[in-house]
């Protein structure tokens, strides 16, 4: 089956491709917000529709959080199994948006024309590029040239607390050739990657409690113990002058980056002043002594996500809190154990706990870093048809995010998983204003039908 | 006149008195929130109708903020000028109100009947024991024994920013004999008090700004700066070891405590133990080898009010907030210079900011700590009609708490006051589920009878 026509028809149906994504996006499905199950369950319908008319046979899978949405195609070629997720990052703060985040608009920027609104590079934007490519495959040849099985997840941005056992109990039904991971960017407008190393994240929420109930700060300060300065404390105390994450242990399974990685990262010539330009920054401001794209591909992290405490609106309020509270995440690498790290931070905070506090903690999620092996032919074919349709050459990269899933299709499928996407750095992923470049979604659409055709040869 | 047919009829009154008092109570005057400033109006409005039904010459008088009450009545004793508020804290966290806040119920409690909801001790409740005890002495004389000036603010709660232009241009109509302010508690339900000492309150609202939006902290992780982290670093550093607080020059003017008031307080045999545990808690956590009474009296404080930054809501969001604050205030005592400290505060936060992140200050108030002399003869009389109402003798004490006006009215006015209210330790005052006892508006209002009776002789 030849791919020229293929592409050729993704070109002629770009507009009617960018007006089936935008229907995806109006839709508000935040996983994480109880508030927005139903919108959930109503962008995985939509998705069941849109694969049924392909010709898959998907149906909509029930968990005990958001559904999965699972879809087959048969075809001559390898098995593939596609994942990606529906589900998108809460939208606060709201002000900062320039318009409605769930009303995607086209816009024309210096930099070309973009899609602008709440997942339209996480993930949806993403999802629909290689459903695209299937269906334009589909319009051509009336049929794929793979055998693909679609798997689209609903909680992504929550920490999937259903895919686990969703893997176990379907495995026969999802195990494949290989899976295809849309979920990642190119390292810039020129360059395509596959990446090959990915963070793994460690989730904990922390509430220090005091007091039974707020104080009046005049009636109480001085005497009573303010959980604020306990949770401060903390926080302060988990990362050294240099740098370095003070939880102990906690570099024990963090790997030095081996040499020729490390040589084919120089030669990317990443401006780290560029890349922190663009958000109003300068400096480094991980460990002392390591490159930037260390500090962001092969270095564990530490970050507080958020802080809450005491009276946050207008004006102020003389109020000693009776609780304190921060999400913090750790960004793992190498063979760093989740569960060993979250044992050894919580007995770190619960030893920093003055007697007259308590503290809770919520767990968010644990996931080990994973580091793909690339002896698969497969990487080497769509290596070739992404350096066919991009500007540059593709390189095999690193990632600072975490794709767990990565991890579970290898151990739970025994699966190795290809991550290509197509967003950018200025993509501003969980953050106000997200967009997604339309060279991004028409290109990244265009690589997959390569990838398609390559893999099928 | 008689005082006992005075005190009778405050008896026999109380029912009604404490309708009148609830009708007050059921606007939600909040004065540092703006979306309740139509409320603030209406309290005012409500105390100068009853001043007027009291044949007082009553307004209201606008300011740039919350209007202000002024009402005069003639007498032939002494000029007394009577502080109180008719603003109140705001509410939240209002899940843990049992009732509606401005919907005030009298409940039986196990220590006496009380009278629960927002401002019923802070300070609606205390400012009405003084307006009933004029309405019975008017009732039974049809006079009053003083003349007195009643001026009633509507901003206490929040910074007090028109008070100080108002007293200046109002000096020759507010300046009086002796001041009496009712903002503060008895000792215990045994023991009524004056209060001759006040901390003065610092109030700054500290914001840390880094990257120009928020990010993912997946992709900026580790290389970005998380004004998180820089925010709770210096809070962290604002106190030692020891429980002393770290600001440059904090602890000039700073002074002992005398000996002889050192004994007074010693004999008060004050339960620090009870103290606490009435709130969960068990240890001081003040400067150490300080007693309960000085941390809370007579030692400056720093506390954090509020903090906040990042994503708060349900589930985890792995962003890197672009900025982060805190609300912190200062307790003051002695001749400790709150705008020396509001200034060598702010240097000391600049200084441990990085380059890549800016600060932004605001300020939230700033009054130097108050101590009266008590050689005015109207203190002597005034603890004796206070010894004559409760079971033990009064005693002259400190407080915790702010009560700025008392130095503005000696530095503009060159009036003296005398503190004096009914609250007491377990009032919630800024707290949900605050309450003010039946008893001590009851045995309040009888108190100010006596004062004012002991004052016109």
Redesign the interface.
Known sequence: MTLDPVLSQIDSDLDASLERLKDLLRIPSI????AYKAECDRAADWLVEDLRSLGADASKRETPGHPMVVGHIDGPGPHLLFYGHYDV??V??LD?WDNDPFDPQIEETPKGKVLRGRGTSDDKGQLMTFVEACRAWKAVHGTLPCKITFFFEGEE???SPSLIPFLKENADELKSDIALICDTGLFDSRVPAITTML?G?L?E?VTII?????????????????P??V???I???L?DESGRVTVPGFYDGVPELPDELMTQWEQLGFD?KA??GD?????????AGRS?LE??WS???C???????????????????SK?S??I?F?LVGTQDPHAIRKTFREMVEAMV???CTVAFKE??ASPASVMSIDNPAFEKAREALSDEWPDEAAFIG????IPVAGYFQTLLGTESMLIGFGK?DD??????EKYDIESFHKGTRSWARILHNLSV
């Not at 958000?279 to 460990?287: K, P």
């Open positions: 996983s994480t917000d109880p990052q809460p606060d703060p900062l941005e929550s920490g963070r994240l989730g929420e005091g007091p039974n109930k707020d104080l009046h700060s005049g009636m109480f300060g001085g005497a009573a113990m303010n604020i300065r949770l401060t404390r926080i302060a105390a990362h780290y890349f922190l958000v109003g920054l300068s400096d480094l401001a991980g460990e930037a500090m962001l270095r564990p992290t970050e507080v996500n958020g802080i809450g405490g005491g009276y946050q609106g207008d004006g102020f309020k003389t109020v000693l809190p304190a921060a999400k995440s960004r003055p007697r007259d968010h999620g990632s600072g995010g975490s750095d501003q992923l969980h953050s106000p204003n």
